[in-house]
């Protein structure tokens, strides 16, 4: 026979079942791979602060590749309560989660390839929601407690406490628990700020200084103006409200973390779960190692809230 005619009816006969294979929807040997590769990663919202640093994330093969699949096909389901800045908040559209959890939430998602889906929801509901399989994980400023490890697992991403808001430049000079001998301290009144104070201010009694003096409100707000307004020295809140205020120019005030008050917050996950837990925890340790956790932190002007690496119920 004609080898150019042999030629033709062999390529015929590929064409033919290439054809046939396509047409029962048949895939090639490396679909997966086309399939993964297919995947458009999530672009952060515009007004998110560290929406550079996350773009630029690309994923992590080995760790995709161990990635559960339902998560693998369906995305990355988290959930977190929006109101608590820098954390958490909406975006100017008033439905758009930015901060620093929906931020390192979108970070460990492209870390491990997959999409992402950020909800809202009452922060007591979030833990049953997790443990339903309706959220893969919570992230949501959550303390990680023994309590909380007795129904899911955490992956502890940050070591949050209490910071005290001075002047820009801080002319009191105020450094730590110490300082705060002689000076006036503004608090919310009936809270864990106010439990401080009244500690830093026993301290101060017994090591036979000054005392301090404590003025008591009912929220933040009211507590900052009295530092603004140089009626207070300091103001003793949560170290990521006073981080929130001091990146606030108009404010003109400068966060202190108070040493010594730390505690872990971590990112929930169903305790069976233990595929998740173990991809969550090799994503956060990569964005550690490559410097981009770093990143988002600074971007949100958190940087003392940093670990060295993801330890799981760290807790105590």
Known sequence: MNTRILTTLTALAAGALLAATAACGAKPLDAGASDRKSVVLDKAPTEEKAAGVIDAITPDQDLAAKVPSSVKSGGLKVVSSIGYPPMELFATDGKTPIGFDPALARAIARKLGVKVTITDEEFNSQIPGVLSGRYDFVISSMSDTPEREGQITFVDYVRAGAGLL????????????????????????????????????????????????????????????????????????????????????????????????????????????????DSVKGALDSLIRSGEYGKLLKAWNLDKLAVQSAVINGGK
């Open 166 to 277: 001075v002047k820009k430049g801080d002319p009191a000079g105020i450094a730590g628990p110490k300082d705060l001998c002689g000076k006036t301290v503004s608090v919310v009144d009936n809270g864990s700020s106010l439990n401080l104070a009244e500690r830093y201010a026993a301290d101060c009694k017994k090591a036979g200084s000054a005392a301090v003096n404590i003025l008591k409100f009912p929220g933040d707000q009211e507590a900052l103006l009295q530092v603004t307004g140089g009626r207070a020295q300091a103001s003793i809140t949560d170290y990521v409200v006073a981080a929130s205020k001091a990146a606030d120019p108009k404010l003109a005030v400068d966060a202190v973390a108070l040493d010594g008050t730390e505690s872990p917050w971590g990112i929930g996950i169903r305790p069976d779960n233990k595929q998740l837990v």
